[in-house]
């Protein structure tokens, strides 16, 4: 039972360079959801989704584009990266606005040099 | 603004001790709220969550927390804190439909 999976566990990007930070869950969850951590700020929600062909706007949006083709996949864009985007990245779903509890992937390490 | 608040960066216990992790938050209607440890390197866990009904929830690994509304607070804590206990840990609530964080509290135990 995968749950949510992310990938890569680790990158190293110079600046101006983009990618994609892939997550993928099985559990047929409506509701996912992109997060960055940062030391002494917690958990910062960038992205969500609720459903297949709908994403919103979190907290800080800024530099990053998602998609959602697919219930499974929502996938997380770096346009032109920075170093301010050094940051630790979690990805997490939930089954649908009814239940509230999240699951959460084991990170992205993204540093931008 | 602010839904969550964990005044607590850091804290040190010894081994055996008790615990208790401070959460207060800031929302009108009774809000949904959570608890997630997060173990170095690793995703976050649930612990517990409340909903509703009783104000005492028990989650895992001997965990506990209690909905105070008068105070709102959802403070976490744990009778006999073990070396295994040393984590991060985050109060989260949902609010306009989306989970938010606290800034986190760093748990370390001395043995």
């Known amino acids: 039972n995968a749950g949510v999976t992310q990938t890569p566990k680790f990158q190293v990007l110079k600046t101006g360079q983009s990618m994609t930070l892939q997550c993928a869950q099985d559990?047929?969850?409506?509701?996912m959801s992109w997060y960055r951590q940062d030391p002494g700020m917690g958990l910062r929600l960038i992205h969500y989704?609720?459903?297949?062909?709908?994403?919103d706007q979190g907290e800080v949006p800024n530099g990053y584009n998602v998609s959602r083709s697919t219930t499974e996949d929502f996938p997380l864009r770096l346009l032109s990266a920075a170093p301010s985007q050094t940051s630790v990245y979690f990805c997490?779903?939930?089954?649908?606005?009814?239940?509230?509890?999240?699951?959460f992937g084991q990170g992205t390490r993204l540093t931008v040099v | 603004a602010q839904s969550v608040t964990q005044p607590d960066i850091h804290i040190t216990v010894s081994e055996g001790a008790s615990l208790e992790l401070r959460c207060n938050y800031s929302?009108?209607?009774?809000?949904?709220l959570f608890w997630y440890v997060q173990s170095p390197g690793q995703g976050l866990q649930l612990l517990l969550k409340y909903f509703s009904g009783d104000t005492l929830v028990q989650g895992i690994k001997g965990f506990e927390a209690e909905f105070k509304r008068s105070q709102s607070s959802f403070n976490l804590r744990k009778p006999s804190v073990h070396w295994s206990d040393a984590a991060e840990y985050f109060c989260a609530v949902v609010r306009a439909d989306k989970l938010i964080f606290g800034t986190g509290t760093r748990l370390q135990v001395f043995p």
């Open positions: 559990m047929n969850h409506e509701y």
């Open positions: 997490a779903s939930r089954r649908d606005r009814a239940h509230h509890e999240a699951f």
């Open positions: 989704s609720v459903g297949a062909g709908i994403t």
């Open positions: 929302y009108g209607a009774t809000p949904y």
